[in-house]
Structure formats: structure tokens, C-alpha cells
């Protein structure tokens, strides 16, 4: 596992996903710059601010673009078969591309996070960062994302065109707007869930809409084990 994890890290390596990943959190950034910020919960605007630029649009499609990303070299290079034939199970090789998927993912949070704090210093934000809150909503977006990490890989897997995964994914982001507003569908939906998941939450409801922690929790862990199982059953199934 460790050496399968080694070489997806040398594949990524020299390419363009890590500078990708300052994508969504500096046009979060760039957004969170024009919001007024007077009066109280000035830290709690900017990341309201942020999240729903980060959250609801980018973020699903980073995730997608992720999961093409790690696949990318096999289908270029027809190589599946070559991989297939070492001594390493199929399912390791579909755990360690999911890891290096939330690896970034995970990367892609912190950066949104340091963003959001430099946007704030500079606008002389008053009182101190809510950083619990911060922390809960970045670990609540990266949680959120399982589910659709493991969907995201699914299709790269299976389709080896890089647009397959990205074309899906933005497909099914471009609702998000519409779904959010159903009290039925949101938490279920695998593209609403992280902006839900980000938003500070409200009283008893979580991302400060009608959704409760729990329900939410469900909905993610259950969906991505479905998602991660369909892949490995893909993989498994996969001719070369």
C-alpha cells in the first residue's frame, strides 16, 4: 500500500494539480474581499461569504478534477493492464488513488482556510478568528466530499476520457442552487452536502438550514460507502 501510495504521489508529482488547487479558495478569497463586514460577526460574514462561492460551486468540481487527475497517467499510457499485472490488489490501488483524491482534497481545505484569515487581516477584521468554528467547517466540508470522491473515481475509472468525471460532476453541481432549497433533497444530494456541511450552523440545524447534523452524517457515510463499493467493484471488474 505504502508503494502503491508512492507511486501516485510521483505521478502527481510534476504536474499541474497542485498549483489547481489554489483555484477555489482564491476566488473564495477574491469574494470574501467585497462583503461588508460592519458590526458584529464580522469573521462569521467572510466565511459565510466564502464557503458559498467554495462550497456550492468549486469545491465539487475540484473534486472531480482530482479523481481524473489520478487516473489520468494510466489512460494516457494504457497502462492498467501493466499495473494489474504486479503484485498488488486491484482494491489497493482504488484505496490508494481514493486517499491521494482526499489527500488533495484535504490541501484544498487548508489553503481555503489561510486564504479566508489573510482576506480578514487585511481587511482589519475586529475580534479574533472563530478557529473552532473554522475547523468545523473544514473538516465538515472534507467529511462531506467522501461520497463524492469515491462517485468522482468510479467514473474515472471506468471512462478514460479526463472530461468524463468533470463533465458528470458539472452536470450535477449546476442544481446545487435549486437543490439546496429542498428540505428533502439537499442532505441527500451528493453536491449540496459539502456547502451544507461548511456553512455555520444554526441552533439545532446545520448549515443554518433545515437540516439536521445527524441526518446529514447518514446521508454522507452511507452514500460513500455505496460510491466506494460500486468502485471497487468496478475495478475489480475491469477489462484491460
Not at 484569515?117 to 475586529?126: A, L
Request: proline share 5%.
Amino acid at each position: 500500500m505504502i508503494g502503491l501510495m508512492q507511486s501516485e504521489w510521483l505521478k502527481l508529482k510534476h504536474t499541474k494539480a497542485w498549483w489547481l488547487l489554489w483555484i477555489s479558495p482564491l476566488l473564495a478569497g477574491v469574494s470574501a474581499s467585497f462583503v461588508p463586514i460592519e458590526g458584529v460577526f464580522q469573521w462569521e460574514r467572510l466565511l459565510t461569504t466564502g464557503v458559498s462561492v467554495h462550497a456550492i460551486l468549486f469545491l465539487p468540481l475540484m473534486v472531480a478534477v482530482f479523481s481524473a487527475l489520478v487516473c489520468r497517467y494510466e489512460h494516457q499510457h494504457n497502462s492498467w493492464k501493466q499495473l494489474f499485472t504486479m503484485p498488488v490488489k486491484r482494491k489497493s490501488v482504488f484505496l490508494a488513488k481514493y486517499v491521494m483524491v482526499m489527500g488533495m482534497v484535504a490541501i484544498n481545505q487548508f489553503l481555503f482556510m489561510l486564504v479566508i484569515f489573510g482576506v480578514g487581516k487585511v481587511r482589519g477584521v475586529e475580534g479574533m478568528m472563530p478557529w473552532d468554528l473554522l475547523a468545523r467547517s473544514l473538516v465538515g466540508g472534507w467529511m462531506a466530499t467522501l461520497p463524492l470522491a469515491a462517485l468522482t473515481l468510479w467514473v474515472a475509472l471506468v471512462f478514460s476520457s479526463f472530461a468524463a468525471a468533470i463533465t458528470v460532476n458539472v452536470l450535477f453541481t449546476m442544481p446545487n442552487m435549486f437543490v439546496l432549497n429542498s428540505e428533502t433533497i439537499a442532505p441527500l444530494y451528493p453536491w449540496a452536502q459539502p456547502f451544507l456541511m461548511m456553512l455555520p450552523p444554526s441552533d439545532s440545524l446545520f448549515g443554518g438550514f433545515f437540516v439536521s447534523l445527524e441526518s446529514l452524517l447518514v446521508a454522507i457515510f452511507g452514500g460513500g460507502l455505496v460510491f466506494f463499493i460500486g468502485g471497487l467493484v468496478s475495478i475489480q471488474r475491469k477489462v484491460v
